[in-house]
């Protein structure tokens, strides 16, 4: 069961990828991010909000190893900490903000508690 959830959260993390990877100003206008007289915010788009999350999937998938997973969680600790914290202090649109870092804390509790003591 630990195995199929984890796939099914790497599949997660690879599907999240994709929508910056293949549909950068989708994911800009869901972000409320907004373009500006070049296309480098794109770029960053498709490589820290997309590529990044797709490769890191496949990899996490291709290594199949414990490790591999509790460290997608380690990274999704990072995002939902980022994620709080602007809550703190940017006053980002709440509900928006709450849902993405709860599915990110959901994400990371899950990697790092089922996979952190396990051996491949």
């Known amino acids: 069961m630990v195995h199929i959830l984890n796939v099914i959260a790497a599949l997660l993390t690879i599907g999240f990828g994709l929508f910056g990877f293949l549909a ?11 373009p500006t007289n070049s296309t480098m915010g794109l770029s960053e788009m498709r490589a820290s909000v997309g590529g990044l999350f797709v490769v890191t999937g496949i990899a996490v998938i291709w290594l199949n190893h414990p ?10 600790a990072g995002a939902a900490l980022g994620r709080f914290v602007s809550v703190l202090l940017d006053n980002p649109p709440l509900a928006k903000a709450m849902i993405f870092g709860g599915i990110e804390l959901i994400l990371a509790v899950w990697l790092i508690a089922a996979n952190l003591n396990r051996t491949s």
Do not use: E, K, N, Q
């Not at 950068?24 to 907004?34: Q, R």
């Open 24 to 34: 950068p100003l989708h994911t800009a206008t869901a972000l409320d991010l907004a």
């Open 67 to 76: 490790m591999a997973y509790a460290m997608l969680g380690v990274a999704y």
